[in-house]
């Protein structure tokens, strides 16, 4: 049976007597998407996100609403508790992962690239750096800098002091500071990058790929052990279109790429023979092409034929 994190409906369907939604129910149906993107950006992965929504509704569905001032705060906090709960569990879980860790791809509406703080907060090269993070610091900075709560807000959620939740944002802030890219990029520029680099894949012209790459372009794939990916990062466009030149010697005939919005940015979805077989989403500044990022593995690719809608 389906939940009212899946639908918004629960709680005995969360009707009252009248067929009407009850209160919590359409409190949480009001901020859900607010929610998972919390929780999203907490944990790279849609699946675990869903799954904390439904661990928050629980414990939702049993609080006295009369005792809540704030019911965005208070669901933000209990989403922000469970997703640590998880993210701690998703440490463990990495380190026996087979090959490079990439963020599950969402197929994102063409709104959310409008939105120039929600796109770079989603997107995959964001998600990367927060991993470099510490639990707690990932979950301040993303609800400090992505969703703007109050400092004492946070501090009900992450279980720390006011005092505590200050220094440990300045800390966050200081390290995505010096790892996140390097400026806010145009959406003409980005689109004109991105045009670049799907006629030279769709024609495998590896001169015009090797123009549109940045010197210190940086390539990751991920295949879950599942499907063939690269083990370790890939560095330099030489390097890189070697990378493409092999694939495409082998399959390129095979190969089809439709253009997408994945993350809030431009990605392509890649299908060979028909069948999906990967999404590669890409990162842009100052005109080329920085980052590739290869999602193979098909535990993580349920989010690239249907939109899945994230807001702050």
């Known amino acids: 049976m389906a939940s009212v994190a899946d639908h918004g409906r629960g709680r005995g ?15 949480f149906v009001a901020h859900r998407n607010l929610l998972f993107t919390v929780a999203y950006e907490m944990l790279g992965s849609a699946a675990d996100a869903e799954d904390v ?9 049993g609080v006295d609403l009369g005792t809540v001032l704030d019911q965005r705060a208070y669901l933000v906090k209990i989403t922000t508790r469970q997703a640590l709960m998880r993210l701690r569990t998703l440490g463990r879980r990495k380190e026996s992962y087979v090959g490079p860790w990439l963020p599950e791809p969402l197929l994102t509406a063409p709104d959310v690239a409008e939105d120039v703080e929600l796109a770079e907060s989603v997107s995959m090269a964001m998600l990367l750096v927060l991993e470099t993070l510490t639990p707690t610091e990932r979950a301040v900075f993303v609800l400090r800098e992505v969703f703007d709560l109050a400092y004492d807000e946070i501090a ?11 220094q440990i944002a300045h800390r966050a802030r200081s390290h995505v500071a010096a790892r996140r890219p390097r400026g806010v990029v145009s959406p003409v520029e980005t689109r004109g990058a991105f045009e670049a680099f799907r006629r030279a894949v769709e024609t495998g012209d590896l001169q015009s790929l090797l123009d549109i790459l ?15 990916a690269l083990l370790r990062p890939i560095v330099g466009a030489d390097r890189v279109t070697r990378v493409f030149a092999a694939g495409w010697n082998k399959v390129g005939a095979a190969m089809s790429f439709e253009p997408v919005q994945v993350n809030g940015g431009p990605a392509l979805l890649v299908r060979l023979n028909g069948e999906i077989d990967g999404v590669m989403a890409l990162r842009v500044e100052d005109g080329l092409i920085t980052g590739l990022y290869y999602v193979r593995n098909p535990e993580k690719l349920s989010r690239v034929e249907r939109e899945t809608a994230v807001s702050r």
Do not use: F
């Open 156 to 166: 009900e959620a992450v279980d720390k002091s006011a005092v505590a939740v200050r």
């Open 214 to 228: 940045a010197p210190d372009v940086v390539a990751l794939s991920d295949g879950g052990g599942i499907k063939q």
């Open 13 to 27: 369907w969360g009707e009252n007597e009248n067929g009407h939604p009850d209160p919590a129910t359409e409190a």
């Open 53 to 61: 929504l439904q661990e928050t509704w629980m414990r939702w569905a």
